[in-house]
């Protein structure tokens, strides 16, 4: 199976991953799903999650695919998004 590096952009602490997948279409939705995973990290820590970006390599070291925000959660979907509760304490 081919290699593909994933790099994550404007997280500094994120290291590159490399996973071993079936297809261009697989490394697309396993960037997709941890994209997904990341927004609820960066919402439930009260930062923006809309610069979030990921860029996929294949094994030449080609940009083959790049996955951010807006390509998980087009804008209708967040314009949908119900609103914080303001009665809701958090902790922290």
Do not use: C, W
């Not at 290699?3 to 261009?24: C, G, I, N, S």
């Not at 390599?57 to 087009?74: L, M, R």
């Amino acid at each position: 199976m081919p290699k593909y590096r994933f790099e994550f952009m404007h997280e500094t602490d994120a290291a590159p991953v490399v996973l071993e997948l079936a297809d261009v279409e697989a490394a697309k939705a396993q960037a997709k799903q941890a994209m997904a995973e990341n927004v609820l990290d960066h919402v439930a820590e009260r930062q923006d999650p809309s610069m979030l970006s990921t860029r996929i390599y294949d094994e030449a070291g080609n940009v083959i695919a790049t996955v951010d925000f807006h390509t998980v959660f087009p804008q209708n979907q967040v314009e949908e998004l119900p609103a914080e509760d303001p009665s809701v304490k958090r902790s922290g």
